[in-house]
């Protein structure tokens, strides 16, 4: 079956960095993607990766090894507003998205 | 309209009634997506459509129908709702894969 696994809760503090990891088996890969959710809205657009390697945008990075089956989302400068739910989705060979179950990031001060 | 709009913003119905959870979209994206999203779970994919006039069944389609007569908008129907449908349903839309989903606010139904 396909399965996406990432952690369900993690803690940082604000101003530092904090990595959230996702592993996936799915039939075929057309690219991985990251999402971010705050409580009560949308899903919005964070990276989409589908090469080896990192793709970093401002304060937010995302890495992934297709020969691991293996992606983070790397976090910077943490702010209080970042707090929210990071989901990791892999797009399969019938090109529907898998979603994991999501990470919720909790900032402290 | 900016984006993708869903009505209702929550819904609390008795079980055995009909309900159709709206989505409309102006991006003039070809490709709409149903998905709920439950604790514990990811997003479970329930009909799609890949442009309009064809729809297609995902993951999760048992008790659900969907219509696709234009490109704006994307209704999903209960025909009799059961408890196990109370969730968060998510419309999405997306350009053509593999872009990036755009997602509407969701609405939050609780059968009872």
């Known amino acids: 079956g396909q399965n996406i696994d990432q952690p369900t809760e993690m803690t940082a503090t604000e101003g530092a960095i904090v990595q959230i990891n996702c592993t996936y088996q799915?039939?075929?890969?057309?690219?991985l993607f990251w999402y971010q959710q705050h409580a009560g809205e949308a899903h919005t657009f964070l990276s989409y990766?589908?090469l080896d390697g990192l793709e970093e945008k401002g304060r937010f990075s995302s890495f992934l090894s297709r020969s691991k089956g293996y992606s983070y989302l790397l976090l910077k400068e943490l702010q209080m507003k970042d707090s929210a739910s990071y989901l990791c989705?892999?797009?399969?060979?019938?090109?529907?998205?898998?979603w994991g179950a999501g990470t919720k990031l909790i900032i402290k001060p | 309209i900016a984006g993708i709009t869903q009505a209702p913003t929550s819904q609390i119905l008795a079980a055995g009634r009909r309900m159709t959870l709206r989505c409309t979209q102006d991006?003039?994206?070809?490709?709409m997506y149903w998905y709920r999203q439950d604790l514990g779970l990811g997003l479970r994919l329930i009909h799609y459509?890949?442009?309009?006039?064809?729809?297609g069944k995902g993951e999760v389609p048992d008790g659900y129908s969907v219509s696709r007569a234009n490109t704006d908008d994307f209704p999903l129907t209960l025909a009799s709702a059961v408890p196990s449908q109370t969730s968060v349903y998510f419309c999405?839309?997306?350009?053509?894969?593999?872009?990036?989903?755009?997602f509407g606010p969701g609405t939050r139904l609780t059968v009872l």
């Open positions: 999405a839309s997306s350009e053509a894969e593999p872009n990036e989903q755009f």
């Open positions: 991006m003039r994206h070809n490709a």
């Open positions: 459509s890949n442009t309009a006039g064809t729809t």
């Open positions: 799915t039939s075929g890969f057309n690219g």
């Open positions: 990766n589908v």
């Open positions: 989705a892999v797009m399969d060979s019938n090109y529907q998205l898998i």
